[in-house]
């Protein structure tokens, strides 16, 4: 680090904390030098020649001369393969067990000495030298991964390798978790590792908060998911086909996936997007239900600074009408900054207010860090360093316990891959509760030290349990967020049996779904940072995790009335709708943007109150299918090459279409429509597609389209779920479903008595009969009278 360097970090971070980070930063670098010995000289492998197969239940395993590969199909279709000895478990992705085999699938032999495993629902062949392709059942190929190549460090350690793969010439790719500059993947790189990007970020930057080794590609021949399943630091290089004009070659899309160490191991799923996302999460399990009222409309800043402020915020909304569903507490109303803290001062009771707001239909949410105050006397710190024989916190490869920089100060971090620890953690969430809160949002979990260089992360050589198998950071820091996000969901299942946890992370791994959502992090104010923000909730939907949404109107900054008003607008129609900003970004409330903005804001809050039950639906659903709220227009459509280039529109659930407006001074917009006819929302009008249409998007709106036939549940004047039906076209058929929050709840969005085993789905069907509408309930029994009220709409 130059002079520059330190006073960068002086400035930043204040005299004392800037120059903490700068010790620590150092003390890193120097923790790693003596933990993690250089790695010398290497020695190169390949597989080499196929020697001999031994047929196994569901696949088998074939043997190279310098290497072995298992091949394994599971009862649904997914396919397992690893090498060198590298099974499906242990794994931080997996919800379980991993499925069953196929006892039907069976290896043979293959022609030009390889050999296959053939299923239902796909083959797995592979060459005599390793070679291994996915091929639909009429043998057409998904996937070829070229034979892999290792690099062993001769005085041994972990083996870094090297994975291409070929894909068809007109495929696209998808998710990798959380891109920025998605959710199309163009030519590039992008890195594995969970990073804080210093500040606010754009379409730009990467990597950030999280990363999957989750690849979602799209093509004529099918659409296919490939998870290697590897924590470990990593670079994944893509890089679109193309195809020969005439009777020229065409040129495959490639991936290389690079890996610092870890088992080679992969699963692929293939199908429907709707089939690969089912598969994905009943591999990686099914998504955490949030309660009904985080559904709705939310608002959070960094620097309410005390009650007062509080309540002033919520008389706000409630004096203009404007519906409000939680408050969140940045890290600001803690003592200190330190963790599971409350500062009297500013807030002396608590308790107090959370019921008062919660009387008001307000929950108050608050922020967790993982950091610890590492000094004597602190409560948490106490308590943690009694777990256990060593204490609940990261030591490095002498024993001592490795300390960072975040906002308390000097801190210590709990080790989340130890099952005591997560327990203990788990256990001091009845502080929050206590204290009123409803849920928790997960900050600053990378995890972060500051430093004004490097990476802002633990030292590479700190020491992890890893389930008991011990290990360093570099096999941890992935999984770290994810195994924080368990502990807090236990926790608080254990806690409140009878409650929906409500969690979400800024950071997490593969299978992070199973407990909880997320958000974007610290998007930059500005037209990039909102078109990041679609991008973000896109891919990472594709990547099993349904529940996320920007900070409206940017972490950083101060946005102009219409930008914040069109991230209003797009926050909307997105799962988690919050406003949020930094303490020194100015206000997010819709008041503070001008009478005009704020009444535009209110009619976008009202119409997402109204389309509640639809989104309550799409939660439920997200739940049995895995299919995420937020899709790309090409999910029901894949083999539609011009959907799959277009990532300024997105489907939300089945029926709706929104069109959001992303770039500044614009009142009208192209949209691409996906076969069949669209309804305008507000209008009415009805437009076909496939093709392009050009719709008005004035300040005070942006383009909502509705699929023909569909059956949405809207909430009626009275509160109760109404049916809204758009026509269907002449000759064609509708269809809708229902999924209905219980009448009695508690106060957590849970039915008095415990939460259902499984929600009851409503189906519905609608046709159109001597122009008339004819809704009808689609039972097990046939047909049966619609007893919600109906409406209908988009009728001439």
Not at 658 to 687: F, H, I, K, N, S
Request: aromatic share 8%; charged share 25%; glycine share 14%.
């Amino acid at each position: 680090m130059n002079g520059r360097g330190l006073v960068r970090s002086v400035k930043v971070f204040g005299t004392v904390q800037g120059l903490r980070a700068v010790r620590a930063a150092w003390r890193r670098r120097r923790t790693d030098a003596w933990g993690l010995p250089a790695r010398g000289a290497e020695r190169a492998r390949v597989p080499g020649a196929v020697v001999d197969a031994e047929p196994l239940p569901g696949g088998g395993v074939v043997r190279f001369a310098r290497s072995e590969l298992r091949v394994r199909v599971a009862v649904g279709g997914s396919v397992f393969w690893g090498w060198d000895g590298a099974g499906p478990e242990p794994s931080y992705a997996l919800a379980g067990a991993p499925p069953e085999v196929d006892p039907r699938a069976e290896l043979e032999p293959d022609k030009d000495g390889g050999w296959r495993v053939v299923s239902e629902r796909v083959t797995v062949a592979v060459s005599r030298h390793g070679a291994v392709e996915v091929r639909t059942p009429g043998g057409v190929v998904l996937r070829r991964d070229l034979p892999p190549r290792w690099w062993e460090p001769v005085g041994g350690g972990p083996a870094r390798w090297l994975q291409r793969s070929e894909v068809p010439a007109d495929a696209r790719f998808f998710g990798l978790g959380g891109r920025s500059s998605g959710p199309r993947l163009r030519n590039g790189t992008y890195r594995l590792w969970n990073t804080d990007p210093r500040g606010s970020f754009g379409p730009g930057d990467d990597p950030l908060y999280i990363t999957m080794p989750v690849q979602l590609v799209v093509s004529d021949a099918g659409t296919h998911l490939a998870f290697h399943d590897n924590p470990w630091d990593g670079r994944v290089s893509l890089r679109e086909g193309e195809e020969g004009a005439g009777s020229g070659h065409d040129r495959p899309g490639t991936s290389e996936v690079r890996m610092a160490g870890g088992p080679l191991r992969c699963w692929v799923i293939a199908g429907t997007p709707a089939r690969v996302l089912r598969g994905w999460t009943a591999l990686t399990g099914v998504p955490a239900l949030p309660p009904s009222w985080a559904l709705g409309p939310q608002h959070a800043r960094w620097g309410f600074g005390s009650e007062r402020e509080v309540r002033r915020v919520v008389a706000g909304y409630r004096e203009r009408g404007l519906p409000l569903s939680a408050l969140h507490l940045d890290i600001d109303h803690y003592d200190g900054h330190r963790v599971f803290s409350v500062d009297r001062a500013r807030f002396p009771d608590l308790p107090g207010l959370a019921k008062e707001l919660r009387a008001d239909g307000v929950r108050l949410v608050s922020i967790v860090d993982p950091a610890v105050k590492a000094e004597p006397g602190d409560a948490v710190y106490e308590s943690g360093s009694a777990v256990g024989d060593a204490g609940a916190f990261v030591r490095d490869a002498r024993g001592r316990e490795v300390r960072g920089v975040v906002w308390p100060g000097e801190c210590v971090y709990p080790d989340f891959t130890d099952p005591p620890v997560r327990a203990w953690w788990g256990g001091l969430y009845e502080e929050r509760l206590a204290q009123g809160f409803a849920g928790v949002w997960h900050d600053m979990n990378e995890p972060v030290s500051f430093t004004p260089f490097g990476d802002m992360t633990l030292p590479r050589s700190a020491r992890h349990a890893l389930e008991g198998r011990g290990g360093d950071h570099r096999e941890a820091h992935n999984v770290y967020a994810l195994g924080m996000a368990r502990a807090g969901y236990e926790g608080l299942r254990r806690l409140r049996p009878q409650e929906r946890p409500f969690l979400f992370s800024r950071s997490g791994w593969a299978g992070m779904q199973r407990y909880g959502g997320t958000w974007s992090g610290d998007v930059s104010t500005g037209w990039p940072g909102l078109r990041a923000s679609l991008s973000l909730v896109l891919g990472l939907g594709l990547c099993g995790v349904p529940y996320s949404g920007p900070d409206v109107g940017g972490f950083d900054g101060s946005p102009s009335p219409e930008l914040y008003l069109r991230w209003f607008q797009l926050g909307a129609y997105l799962p988690l709708f919050r406003t949020h900003a930094a303490i020194d970004a100015g206000r997010r409330e819709p008041w503070e943007f001008g009478p005009q903005v704020l009444g535009h804001a209110k009619a976008a809050m009202l119409e997402r109150e109204r389309l509640r039950p639809y989104f309550v639906t799409l939660a439920h659903l997200a739940r049995l299918t895995g299919a995420p709220y937020v899709r790309p227009l090409w999910w029901g459509a894949p083999d539609d090459r011009a959907l799959r280039n277009c990532e300024d529109a997105f489907l939300l659930g089945d029926a709706l279409l929104v069109a959001p407006v992303l770039e500044r001074g614009t009142d009208r917009r192209a949209v691409r429509l996906p076969r069949g006819r669209w309804y305008d929302m507000v209008t009415g009008e009805a437009y076909e597609g496939p093709g392009q249409v050009l719709l008005d998007a004035p300040l005070s709106r942006i383009p909502v389209l509705v699929r023909a036939g569909a059956v949405i549940p809207v909430r009626g004047d009275d509160g109760s779920v109404e049916l809204e039906v758009w026509a269907p076209a002449a000759g064609r058929t509708g269809s809708g479903l229902v999924v209905e929050e219980p009448r009695e709840e508690s106060a957590e969005g849970v039915p008095v008595g415990g939460a259902p085993a499984r929600p009851e789905v409503e189906r519905y069907a609608s046709r159109l009969v001597g122009g008339r509408v004819v809704v009808e309930r689609v039972t097990e029994g046939g047909a049966a009278k619609v007893s919600r009220p109906v409406r209908v709409r988009g009728l001439a």
